[in-house]
């Protein structure tokens, strides 16, 4: 059970914070709720308490966790590529990953997407699924790791700088 001021992640949304615990009636049945605040956006949430674990809120990840994930992001040697996939099936398979409860799914996509980038032009769906993965994966682990979101982000971005440059060669060739 999560305490109130707890910060903890809700998927797709990301971190969150558990503001209070309430009772309301709900078709003549009181059930008990956890009311988060997501703090990169400031929606309210109403998560019942019963059922938290099966929608997937859980704790911030540990600061050991959120190294590995850095680690999982430098390594690129699990990359897969796209081969035999088209845009709209990876579409739906990183939109139902960044809907884990497991941040090392969430960070599998961002990598993905920026690996994808080095050879082709993302979709604007997929930029969308880039922006919406480097936003959840930099701020949990600026949490984690105790750091600004920012330096985060920027650190993120000097592991796929070989690709951020190449994409952006490929823009000044199109133009």
Known sequence: MFRVNELVVYPSQG????ERIENQEIGGAVAEFYIVRILSNNVTLMVPV??????????VCSKRSGQHIFESLRDRSDFTGYTGQNWNRRYREYSEKLK???????AYVLKELFLIGKDKEL???????????????????????????????????????DVLENQDKKKAKEA
């Open 15 to 18: 971190v969150g914070r558990v």
């Open 50 to 59: 019963k059922n938290a674990g099966n929608v997937g809120l859980r704790p």
């Open 100 to 106: 884990s409860s497991d941040l090392a799914d969430v």
């Open 123 to 161: 979709s604007f769906g997929e930029r969308r699924l880039l922006e919406q993965a480097m936003g959840l994966v930099s701020m949990e682990l600026a949490y984690a790791l105790n750091r600004e979101q920012e330096n985060v982000r920027t650190d993120i971005g000097a592991m796929f700088k």
